[in-house]
């Protein structure tokens, strides 16, 4: 089975590590402006959003940023860092907001034809050193959480800025939230320009990885590693876990109303009508690790898998899916629906393509 790009996290930080300290003509990505280049389309791309507009922007290695009108023809976006990108959002047709490794989180206002850098590694280790220091000024024995959280950001800071942002989600162009390795929890409310770390508010006393975020009802919901979900609480604004059924890693989830469809390992789904109080094992049709869930215009959930399976639910229960046509050979990381029509926008090891599924293979065969 094809490994999952986002789950090499800890390979990431090693080889970053490696290269740092092995070659003294290394210049951080950070500092390096991703370069034109022709293939862009058809490099690793990791992550793929439609704006409220109707554009798709797509984000990936070494900076790359994309984007279309019409799925059709492509055009690569100005962008001020080279290093790897995974997640892109964008809450209005103008302002959106794309992360990735090296503590990245960019911004664009012009629909995604140009980024601004808002934060990058250097800078969240400072401000994870200031929100930790008086925290752990009244840390005590019984308590030394906050000393450990302190220790870690310094050494986050010494080490160099490779802890990477896994995934992003705005509800307008002022309010959003990071995620990330460790922990990473960020939050504005004055689209990006201060950040405020959340970390200390999470029930996650492993520090395992949020994968991926989402807002339903004003509330957010984090998932991550060994079935971790949690969810925000409206008044005192801590993240509470929710049990799930599953002790694998949870790479993302589809929230639609009251109904949560929570995605992962091992071609694992699980789906819950009642904000996860009760939950039911999804057929998913496969067993490979699924990468990324859409909800389609006509009420259905797409998802893809780390084999390049594209899965479409037969109602919008989401309860059974069944793969679409055509079938791929390569993995797929990120979706985007295409409204109006049974197609989607897919992004993967292979590029970018729209992918018209139409008819499953059971309807085909009638």
């Known amino acids: ?73 492509w055009k690569q976006a100005s962008v001020p860092v080279s290093v790897d990108l995974v997640a892109v959002q964008f809450p209005t047709a103008k302002h959106g907001w794309a992360v990735g490794h090296g503590g990245i989180i960019l911004h664009s206002s012009d629909s995604g034809q140009t980024w601004t850098k808002q934060l990058d590694g250097k800078q969240l280790a400072d401000l994870l050193i200031q929100h930790w220091k008086p925290l752990a000024e009244h840390a005590n024995e019984d308590n030394p959480s906050s000393t450990y959280a302190l220790q870690d950001a310094e050494r986050f800071k010494e080490e160099g800025p490779g802890r990477p942002f896994l995934d992003v989600h705005f509800t307008d162009e002022k309010a959003g939230y990071a995620v990330g390795a460790y922990n990473l929890l960020l939050r504005t409310d004055d689209g990006g320009t201060h950040w405020q770390v959340l970390a200390d508010l999470t029930d996650n006393p492993s520090a395992f990885h949020f994968n991926a975020v989402q ?53 694992s789904a699980y789906l819950s009508h009642n904000r996860g109080q009760d939950w039911t094992k999804v057929d998913t049709g496969t067993d490979s690790t699924i990468t990324s869930g859409i909800l389609l215009p006509d009420g259905r959930t797409a998802l893809a898998s780390a084999d390049g399976e594209l899965l479409i639910s037969q109602s919008n229960e989401s309860a059974h899916f069944e793969r679409a046509i055509p079938f791929n050979t390569t993995p797929i990381y990120g979706l985007a629906p295409v409204a109006g029509e049974p197609a989607v926008v897919a992004v993967g090891a292979d590029g970018i393509k729209r992918i018209d599924f139409g008819l499953t293979p059971d309807q085909s065969k009638r």
Not at 31 to 41: F, H, L
Not at 246 to 254: D, S
């Open 1 to 73: 089975m094809p490994i999952l790009y986002r789950g090499l996290v800890a390979l990431v930080l090693v080889l970053c590590a490696g290269i740092s300290t092995a070659s003294a003509d290394f210049v951080d990505p950070l500092n390096i402006p991703a370069q034109p280049s022709n293939k862009a389309q058809s490099s690793i791309l990791i992550g793929v959003t439609q704006t409220p507009g109707g554009r798709w922007v797509a984000v990936g290695r070494r900076g790359h940023i994309i984007y279309s009108d019409d799925t059709k023809s």
């Open 215 to 267: 807002v339903m009802d004003g509330s957010a919901y984090l998932v991550g590693e060994q079935g971790l979900l949690l969810k925000e609480d409206p008044e005192s604004h801590r993240f509470t876990p929710i049990p799930t059924p599953y002790n694998g890693t949870w790479f993302g989830l589809v929230a639609q109303r009251e109904s949560l469809l929570l995605f992962g390992l091992r071609g």
